[in-house]
T-cell receptor
């Protein structure tokens, strides 16, 4: 069965410094992976997704993530944090049965990003 | 405007009183799903629907029902709510499958006393 683990529940950075949010996954098959962001009192918004094309995926707002099969990781990065990046971030894997998606999505526990001025 | 609309945004109820949270999308999406969000647990999928009249259990379906009689609507029904169903609920939809971006509603905060 697929699973996803976000290694940090809380990350604090200063504005203008790099962001690293860590995500490890477990999957029997080549997974589809996503990062979503949730701003306070809002629904979730897709940042980026990996679906077996290029291993370095670029998303919105300057975020990117690299799929590393050997490390079963999909870490989210941004070169320079902005105050507006403060939010909760979720790593997500789609459940598969064989080569087909089952329709289930498995969310990590979330990482709260704090950006200090 | 393309959107997923949930109602109500806030709901306080008592144990055992049946309730329905509505979800409607105006994007002609095939896939719809319900999640609950609890602190420290992330989002957990309750039910999902790949198309009209097709629904399947997610990871935490106990105590919930859904129906998908038409493409745009996917209501979540709690026949006999209990305090452990106090949570923040999200409805989401996407075109085609889970590999397409999910569009989320703004959430329904439910309190069961």
């Amino acid at each position: 069965a697929q699973s996803v683990t976000q290694l940090d529940s809380h990350v604090s950075v200063s504005e203008g410094t790099p962001v690293l949010l860590r995500c490890n996954y477990s999957s029997s098959y080549s997974p589809s992976l996503f990062w979503y962001v949730q701003h306070p009192n809002k629904g979730l918004q897709l940042l980026l997704k990996y679906t077996s094309a290029a291993t370095l995926v670029k998303g919105i707002n300057g975020f990117e993530a690299e799929f590393k099969k050997s490390e079963t990781s999909f870490h989210l990065t941004k070169p320079s944090a902005h105050m507006s990046d403060a939010a909760e971030y979720f790593c997500v894997v789609s459940d598969r049965s064989g080569t087909s998606n089952t329709g289930k999505l498995i969310f990590g526990q979330g990482t709260t990003l704090q950006v200090k001025p | 405007e393309a959107q997923v609309t949930q109602n109500p945004r806030y709901l306080i109820t008592v144990t055992g009183k049946k309730l329905t949270v509505t979800c409607s999308q105006n994007m002609n999406h095939e896939y719809m799903s319900w999640y609950r969000q609890d602190p420290g647990l992330g989002l957990r999928q309750i039910y999902y629907s790949m198309n009209v009249e097709v629904t399947d259990k997610g990871d935490v379906p106990e105590g919930y029902k859904v129906s998908r009689k038409e493409k745009r609507n996917f209501p979540l029904i709690l026949e006999s709510p209990s305090p452990n169903q106090t949570s923040l609920y999200f409805c989401a939809s996407s075109q085609g499958s889970v590999n397409s971006p999910l569009h989320f509603g703004n959430g329904t905060r439910l309190t069961v006393t």
